[in-house]
C-alpha cells in the first residue's frame, strides 16, 4: 500500500513553454503533498509544501509564480513549471503523508520526473 | 534551521563487507530521524527511523541507533549484498503545524561489488 505515482517519468520542453507534473497518491489519501527537486549528485530540495484545498507554502528562495503548485483532491497534486528555462531542467520529486490520524510520520515518494528544457 | 549531514563521497565495498555510513544532524527540539534508500531507477523509500533518543530503527539488517549526546543517526550493516546498492538519504523531520517537513543529507552511492 501506500503508493505514489509521478506523471510523467521524464518531459523535454523547449525554452519558454511550460510543463506540468502530476503527483498522485494511488491506495491512499494525502492532505500534505511535498515537491523536492534533486540537482546531480546533491541532495533533495524542499520546494513547496501542498495543502488540499488551500494555497501551497513555497521555501525561501522559491519562486511561487514560477513554480504553481495545485492540489485540487485528496489523491492529485500537480507542479508547473512556467515559462521554463535551461536551468530549470532537473529531477523532481514529490511525497505524501497519510492523512488525520493514519499519519506515522512516513512520507511515500514518487518515481520522481526528470525535466530537460533546450 | 535544521540540517543534515552526510559523510562525503560513494562507498564502494565488497559482498559481506561492513557497511557504515554517518550522519550527524543540526536541529531545534526533538526531531525524528529517518534512512531512506533510492534504488536505481525507483523513488525514495522508508529503510528505517527512530522517534527518540536512544531510539533503534532496524529494517533488512540494516540498523541505526538515534544519538543525542553526538547528534548523529549512523547506518550500519553487518553483511552487504549486490542488491544493497543504492543511494542512502539521511533525512529528519520537521514537523511543523503536523506536516512532515524533511530536511535531507546530501545521500551516499552506496556500490556492493561481489
Known amino acids: 500500500g501506500a503508493v505514489v505515482s509521478q506523471h510523467p517519468s521524464r518531459v523535454i520542453c523547449k525554452s519558454g513553454t511550460s510543463v506540468k507534473i502530476e503527483c498522485r497518491s494511488l491506495d491512499f489519501q494525502a492532505t500534505t503533498m511535498f515537491w523536492y527537486r534533486q540537482f546531480p549528485k546533491q541532495s533533495l530540495m524542499l520546494m513547496a509544501t501542498?495543502?488540499?484545498?488551500?494555497?501551497?507554502?513555497?521555501e525561501q528562495g522559491v519562486e511561487k509564480d514560477k513554480f504553481l503548485i495545485n492540489h485540487a483532491s485528496l489523491t492529485l497534486s500537480t507542479l508547473t513549471v512556467t515559462s521554463a528555462h535551461p536551468e530549470d531542467s532537473s529531477f523532481y520529486i514529490c511525497s505524501a503523508q497519510l492523512a488525520g490520524a493514519l499519519n506515522t510520520g512516513e512520507l511515500f515518494f514518487g518515481e520522481g520526473s526528470r525535466l530537460t528544457v533546450l | 534551521g535544521n540540517s543534515v549531514t552526510q559523510m562525503e563521497g560513494p562507498v564502494t565495498l565488497s559482498e559481506e563487507a561492513f557497511l557504515t555510513i554517518n550522519c550527524t544532524y543540526t536541529a531545534t527540539g526533538y526531531p525524528s530521524l529517518f534512512w531512506y534508500v533510492q534504488y536505481p531507477g525507483e523513488g525514495l523509500q522508508l529503510l528505517l527511523k527512530?522517534?527518540?533518543?536512544?531510539d533503534k530503527g532496524s529494517n533488512k539488517g540494516f540498523e541505526a541507533t538515534y544519538r543525542k549526546e553526538t547528534t548523529s543517526f549512523h547506518l550500519e550493516k553487518g553483511s552487504v549484498q549486490v542488491s544493497d546498492s543504492a543511494v542512502y538519504f539521511c533525512?529528519?523531520?520537521?514537523?511543523?503545524?503536523?506536516?512532515?517537513?524533511?530536511?535531507f543529507g546530501k545521500g551516499n552511492q552506496v556500490v556492493v561489488i561481489p
Open positions: 501542498s495543502n488540499e484545498g488551500s494555497k501551497a507554502t513555497y
Open positions: 527512530a522517534t527518540k533518543a536512544d
Open positions: 533525512a529528519l523531520s520537521d514537523r511543523l503545524y503536523g506536516n512532515n517537513r524533511l530536511a
